[in-house]
Structures are given as C-alpha cells and as structure tokens.
C-alpha cells in the first residue's frame, strides 16, 4: 500500500539543527520528485524544498535557503531535510510529498503534488528561544 512517513521532527533551540527523514512504502521514490512543506498554527501550507527525480536540481523557499539541504538516497527509498540555523518561524509541521513531473518546475512546485490521501501525519519541528 502507497504511504508516506515523515519522520525526525522534535523540539530543538534557535539556532539548532535536525534532520527530517521522508521513508514510503509501496512506491519507488526514485521515480517521483519529492517535495517538503510545512504548515505552522494558523498559517496556509506552504512548500519549503523539492528535489527532481535524478537528485540533478533542487528548489528552496528563499525562507529556507541557505539554512536547509534537501537530499534524498534511492537506494534506501527515503528523501531527508537537514535543517540548521532553526529559527522560531521554521515551526511546523512537515510533511513530504511526490510530484507529477520527475523535475521540480521552480517556485510553481507545488501545483504539481500527488496523492495526498497517502501523506503522512507530518512531523512536528518546534523551535523556541
């Protein structure tokens, strides 16, 4: 069965680090372009990073930039998010996601996410001072 599972979130200080882990079942990731959004308290989702299908072009949010590495390892079927710098903004919850074409197509990225029927719970980043 088709499922995505995020994993790595937790609670960290400004200036901190983590690793966010995407793993999924029932698909081959190295097809699909994968993305990272977040959605924080009372705030729309937004998209935070993506990587082609061919680990060949990656897009960042200018909010993150910088600061976070999207990668990914097909042969262990799982994309991560390093993140450093944290800061109290970059609370939320992420989530991964596949994307129709193998490449990123830029800022407009997130118009071309599938499946979120198949998305995971997220995981919770939380920040503080």
């Known amino acids: 069965q088709l499922r995505f599972v995020e994993s790595g979130g937790g609670l960290v200080h400004t200036g901190g680090s983590l690793r966010l882990s995407c793993a999924a079942s029932g698909v081959t990731l190295e097809d699909y372009a994968i993305g990272w959004l977040r959605q924080a308290p009372g705030k729309e989702r937004e998209g935070v990073s993506c990587?082609?299908?061919?680990?060949?072009?990656?897009y960042y949010a200018d909010s993150v930039k910088g600061r976070f590495t999207i990668s990914r390892d097909n042969a262990k079927n799982t994309v991560y998010l390093q993140m450093s710098s944290l800061k109290l903004e970059d609370t939320g919850v992420y989530y991964c996601?596949?994307?129709?074409?193998?490449?990123?197509?830029?800022?407009?990225?997130?118009?071309?996410?599938?499946?979120?029927?198949?998305w995971g719970q997220g995981t919770q980043v939380t920040v503080s001072s």
């Open positions: 990587i082609s299908s061919s680990d060949t072009s990656t």
């Open positions: 996601a596949p994307l129709a074409p193998k490449s990123c197509r830029g800022a407009i990225w997130t118009s071309y996410l599938l499946y979120p029927e198949y």
